[in-house]
């Protein structure tokens, strides 16, 4: 009989999951010249409290350098590394404009319904509802704070216990610039990342857990992928959960097929503050001269990022299993890497999207503080993470150079999620394959 109890069943106790490592099975035992009790018991303090305070130092610091001098918020988020613009929230604002032309009867999608910066209404309809519940042009910045402040509560969520150590790592992480860059503008994705840490929460409880996932899906169409997150459970509730789930989803597109060309033609590809599988190509391709087009630079960018995923399946296989006991953290994973992948595809995506590679960072952490054969390249996907996540803060986007630096490092974090799922779901892939054959064997 299946069990309910998580979203990766394992059939193991995962409570060991919950508690910082503590440096060892004989930490309890004094020894010879041993610390004090004292500082034993500041080894053992959650580090979740720490990256609390380190946010908490982060925000206070920029509003106090926002406040002196008549430095506005804008050049204080400049400071930190941040691309900021007049008004904040921008990327908010269009959500209650193509609402209330949609309540007037008008075109949401309409040439005349724009934002600040000229752009057009490019979501989901689903997203047009906001304007009866609330969401209008002068309440803007209360549910931008509120959007801000849900996304900081639940990275507490999505990260669980840490060291001290990971808990400052952790609030780097979050506090990055790339990562603040979906803050600053109150970006939806926010949104979506909120409910993918509340179906993470949920993972005892599978339907509710798709649920939630269906509910980011509707809204945001990419977190579809991390219905991956079930494929660790082999049975057949988890099939019917799964394909009920996506029924909906595909009745949904459907239903609102003719707004995806709209969707399509106003939404900015960028390869400034943006990374996917077109960026680099097109970049090499602009400096030799060649004059292929987005199409033709995304179909390489998928045959390279074919390869580089192909080239991490076949790497994974020598791999072990990782054990049972890290299945919080790569439920974790499971629900972030797929959008990473994803989202790396569709040939540009702007860099606040790296809010779900936090869904990645606390397997990589757990297991690349260790000596294992997989913890080696858990810290190169850490060390290639970190760098991206604040190349604006350090060097920024001036030169050709520095740009194929940072799409460079966007293509080995390609490599090391792929390589991570690879690892993660060979063993899945065996015990749906006996699943799928005994079933068949039974029939026959």
Known sequence: ????????????????????????????????????????????????????????????????????????????????????????????????????????????YGDDIRDHLRRRFNYPRLWLSTYSM?????????????????????????????????????AAFVCAPATMLGVERGNV??????????????????PLAA??????????????????????RPARRTLLIVGASLLVFAVYLYVTRDDFSHIGRSTLRNASFSYGCAILVGLIQVKLGLGISF?????????????????????????????????????????????????????????YRWVFGLFCVPLWLRLGAGRGPLASGFRVGLACLIIYLYWFLVAGEGTFLRVVFKQTLAWVLLYQIAHSVAVILRPAWSSWRAAVLGTFARKT
């Open 295 to 351: 199409v033709e630079s995304l179909g390489v960018g998928w045959l390279a990022a074919l390869a580089v995923c192909t080239l991490a399946g076949v790497r994974a296989r020598r791999k072990p299993a990782i054990e049972a006991t890290y299945e919080r953290e790569v439920t974790a994973f499971l629900i972030g890497a797929p959008i990473m992948i994803g989202t790396f595809l569709l040939g540009t995506s702007f860099d």
């Open 134 to 170: 609330g969401l209008t042009s002068d309440r803007v910045e209360i549910v931008g704070i509120g959007i801000a402040a849900a996304f900081l509560g639940l990275t507490f969520a999505v990260m669980g216990p840490l060291t001290l150590i990971q808990g400052c790592l952790w």
């Open 189 to 206: 994705d926010l949104v979506i990342f909120c409910l993918l840490a509340l179906a993470l929460l949920s993972r005892r409880r599978p």
């Open 1 to 108: 009989m299946e069990s309910s109890s998580t979203i990766s069943d394992t059939g193991v106790d995962t409570s060991s999951t919950e508690k910082p490592a503590t440096g060892g099975d004989d930490a309890d035992v004094p020894q010879a010249g041993a610390a004090p009790h004292t500082a034993i018991g500041w080894r053992r303090l959650d580090g979740r409290w720490l990256a609390a305070a380190l946010m908490v130092v982060y925000f206070a610091t920029l509003f106090i350098h926002a406040g002196g001098e008549g430095r506005s918020l804008r050049r204080a988020w400049s400071a930190a590394g941040v691309s900021a613009r007049d008004p904040v929230f921008g990327d908010l604002r269009i959500i209650p404009a193509a609402g209330k032309a949609a309540a007037e009867g008008r075109d949401p």
């Open 211 to 232: 649920g939630l996932i269906l509910a980011a899906s509707l809204g945001k169409l990419f977190p579809a992928a991390s219905f991956l997150a079930f494929a660790n």
